[in-house]
Nanobody, 126 residues
Framework: QVQVVESGGGSVEVGGSLRLSCAAS????????MVWYRQAPGKEHEGVTAIDTDGRTSYADSVKGRFTISQDNAKNTVYLQMNSLKPEDTAVYYC????????????????????WGQGTQVTVTS
C-alpha cells in the first residue's frame, strides 16, 4: 500500500525559504514519478514540479530558478526547496505519485497521479 506524507510547511516572509518533505512508501515498481502540486484559495490545482526515479526534473515556469526538487531514494523521500518566496506562492502544497514515468503533461494531469498526501500549508507574508 502506497502512502504519501508531506511535512515542512509554515509561514515565511517574502524572500524567505522553506523546504518541504514528502515521504513516499510502498512503491514496489522500479519506476515512479513524484510531483508537487499546489492549490491557492479559489484557484485550480497547479503543477509545480516533477521528478522521476532517474532524477529527471521538470518545473512550472512560475517557479523556475526559485524552487528545486530533489530526492533521496534510499529514504523514499522527495524534497522541495523553495527560495525567494513570493506572496503568490501561498497555497496548500500536495505531494503526489504514480507508478511509471512522468507523463508529458504532468503539470495539468492531477488525476493521473494515484497517490496524494494530505497537503501542507505554505503562507508567504509581505
Amino acid at each position: 500500500q502506497v502512502q504519501v506524507v508531506e511535512s515542512g510547511g509554515g509561514s515565511v516572509e517574502v524572500g524567505g525559504s522553506l523546504r518541504l518533505s514528502c515521504a513516499a512508501s510502498g512503491f514496489t515498481d522500479s519506476r515512479r514519478c513524484m510531483v508537487w502540486y499546489r492549490q491557492a484559495p479559489g484557484k485550480e490545482h497547479e503543477g509545480v514540479t516533477a521528478i522521476d526515479t532517474d532524477g529527471r526534473t521538470s518545473y512550472a515556469d512560475s517557479v523556475k530558478g526559485r524552487f528545486t526538487i530533489s530526492q533521496d531514494n534510499a529514504k523514499n523521500t522527495v524534497y522541495l526547496q523553495m527560495n525567494s518566496l513570493k506572496p503568490e506562492d501561498t497555497a496548500v502544497y500536495y505531494c503526489g505519485g504514480r507508478r511509471g514515468r512522468c507523463p508529458p503533461a504532468w503539470a495539468t494531469s492531477w488525476t493521473r497521479f494515484d497517490y496524494w498526501g494530505q497537503g501542507t500549508q505554505v503562507t508567504v507574508t509581505s
